[in-house]
């Protein structure tokens, strides 16, 4: 087998490597925040954030999460 094929083997590889570790990245992502909205929801402790602050952040967790699943294809 000529060198060319085996490198362009590595190249495949490296490229799936980096898409895996994009979309571990992207899921924990998601999970974050996943978890700092239900924290917003639920928590006595979220409740007691000033309201407009914590609108804002619901807000953005749920476009982030909106964001990750698209990406994720989920």
Do not use: C, Y
């Not at 490229?15 to 999970?31: G, P, T, V």
């Not at 929801?41 to 609108?55: H, M, Q, V, Y």
């Amino acid at each position: 087998m000529s060198r060319a094929f085996v490198k362009e083997d590595d190249e495949e590889i490296s490229s799936f490597r980096d898409d895996e570790k994009h979309s571990k990245k992207a899921l924990e992502w998601l999970r974050l925040q996943e978890k700092k909205l239900d924290f917003l929801l639920n928590d006595p402790k979220g409740l007691a954030i000033e309201s407009g602050k914590r609108a804002r952040w619901i807000e953005e967790a749920r476009a982030a999460i909106k964001t990750a699943r698209e990406e994720l294809g989920l």
